[in-house]
């Protein structure tokens, strides 16, 4: 669906690189707070992957809509996009970290059973924040890079060698099947 909507397999690429310090970061948690990685804990990392991907495509969208309206280049379009969604990237990670404590605490009846849900988003949110703010406009520039020498190639390929006919200049039909290479 990512490749879909930005029309390229290359951003997509660089939204899902932030998955893995959510579980990294979820994993830690819980062996750090001595929890089992359990069915409730999964249900929280599947949570915490779905809230540091909107992370990562609010820079992301922001960052290719400056290129594509600003004619900017990738590494101002991702700088740009970094300062102006640090606050609501910032404010949606505290709200869902603010909303879990509460289960990673995990007092009261049945507290046992959400406390792993809670840790796995808490840690994975403290976790994925440090890294993600860092990380994605690097790969995004790293791909972005990578994406332009993909092209600069495949455009050389596609113009391919010049060939030269020995008998160009003998008529229409002369010369047709007779020479060195045939």
């Given at each position: 669906?990512?490749?879909?909507?930005?029309?390229?397999?290359?951003?997509?690429?660089?939204?899902?690189?932030?998955?893995?310090?959510?579980?990294?970061?979820?994993?830690?948690?819980?062996?750090?707070?001595?929890?089992d990685l359990s069915v409730?804990?999964?249900?929280?990392?599947?949570?915490?992957?779905?809230?540091?991907?909107?992370?990562?495509?609010?820079?992301?969208?922001f960052a290719i809509a400056a290129e594509r309206k600003g004619h900017s280049s990738p590494e101002d379009a991702i700088f740009e996009a970094c300062m102006l969604?640090?606050?609501?990237?910032?404010?949606?990670?505290?709200?869902?970290?603010?909303g879990g404590l509460p289960l990673a605490i995990g007092l009261g009846t049945g507290g046992e059973l959400r406390r792993p849900l809670g840790?796995?988003?808490v840690g994975g949110l403290i976790f994925s924040q440090m890294l993600t703010l860092f990380t994605t406009p690097v790969v995004y520039l790293y791909l972005d890079r990578l994406r332009l020498r993909w092209?600069?190639?495949?455009?050389?390929?596609?113009?391919?060698?010049?060939?030269?006919?020995?008998d160009a200049g003998a008529g229409a039909g002369a010369g047709a099947g007779v020479g060195p290479n045939r």
């Open positions: 669906m990512l490749g879909i909507l930005y029309e390229s397999l290359i951003h997509p690429i660089t939204i899902l690189s932030t998955l893995p310090s959510a579980g990294v970061g979820a994993l830690l948690a819980l062996i750090l707070c001595k929890e409730i804990a999964l249900i929280g990392i599947i949570l915490l992957i779905g809230i540091v991907k909107k992370n990562a495509i609010l820079m992301i969208d969604r640090f606050r609501p990237i910032t404010m949606t990670t505290m709200a869902a970290l603010l840790i796995a988003i092209e600069r190639l495949r455009h050389r390929r596609s113009r391919g060698p010049v060939l030269v006919r020995a």
